[in-house]
């Protein structure tokens, strides 16, 4: 479908571990108030994917980076195309996109596969909507789980006192923080544990698939919670343009500060 990235093979004679990051970016973006997907709008002067793309380009120890698209989706390619865009169009993408998140990253380990990937290769899922990740925090993922049985995740341990509200906005108790972590991406875990995870999960009625943890998690597994960073956010509302935009455009002046 399309351009490889870092050579052609994916065999590994060596028995060195290998890893791919899959990028499921074919959401809708519903509760951003965009027009059109939240992945596409201009962000800091480019397209807020283009800003993932690139932090995830910047970690060498990928060996390759699928990006997950919607069926009907022209705009990556648009991006690919234009000048500015090496970290997009280095990418292999795949328009299987489905109608959940779960879907669409179930449909990219199918697709890693099908371009030779192995069960047991690692894979790495990071929203497309977290396009302020630190690729520092991606290397401490997987350098903390590359050895691991399971896998895990980058998190961040809530410092917020939680509220449970009941159905009109009022607090119905107060949630015990201990131990309680907000989960981000990326994930990272070995591509057919993962599938088959994916699929059990499908199978079941009483198990939302939110994330690729609670999958694993709904096998029997404990997957392993490394610390990430507070503004590695994921664009959802209408205001987390800005912030993410003063967040990246900050970014920009520290680094030309120290060139
Ligand atoms: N995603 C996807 N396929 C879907 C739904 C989501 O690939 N069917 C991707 C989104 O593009 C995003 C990531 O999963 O990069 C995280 O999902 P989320 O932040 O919920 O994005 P959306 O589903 O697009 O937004 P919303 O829930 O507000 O509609
Ligand atoms: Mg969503």
């Not at 990556?76 to 990253?105: H, I, K, P, Q, Y």
């Amino acid at each position: 479908m399309t351009s490889p990235q870092r050579g052609d093979s994916f065999t590994h004679p060596d028995g060195r571990q290998r890893f791919f990051a899959l990028v499921p970016c074919a959401g809708s973006g519903s509760r951003s108030g965009a027009a059109g997907p939240k992945q596409y709008e201009s962000l800091a002067g480019r397209a807020l994917v283009l800003w993932t793309l690139e932090a995830l380009a910047r970690v060498s120890e990928l060996d390759g980076t699928l990006v997950v698209l919607s069926p009907g989706d022209d705009q990556f390619a648009a991006l690919a195309a234009e000048g500015d865009a090496e970290a997009a169009s280095a990418c292999w993408r795949a328009n299987v996109g489905g109608g959940t998140r779960a879907e669409s990253v179930y449909a990219g380990l199918h697709d890693l596969l099908a371009r030779g990937a192995l069960p047991s290769d690692w894979v790495l899922v990071h929203d497309a909507a977290r396009c302020l990740v630190h690729p520092d925090s991606i290397r401490r993922l997987i350098a903390a789980c590359r050895d691991d049985a399971v896998g895990g995740l980058l998190a961040m341990p809530v410092p917020d006192t939680l509220k449970r509200s009941d159905a009109q906005a009022r607090v119905a108790e107060t949630v015990p923080r201990e131990r309680i972590w907000a989960a981000q991406t990326p994930q990272m875990f070995r591509i057919g544990v993962l599938r088959d995870a994916i699929a059990a999960g499908f199978a079941r009625r009483d198990l939302l698939i939110t994330d690729e943890a609670s999958a694993i998690e709904a096998a029997g597994l404990a997957p392993r919670l490394v610390r990430g960073d507070f503004d590695n956010l994921k664009v959802t509302w209408p205001e987390d343009f800005a912030l993410a935009e003063r967040l990246l455009l900050g970014r920009a002046q520290t680094s030309k500060a120290h060139a």
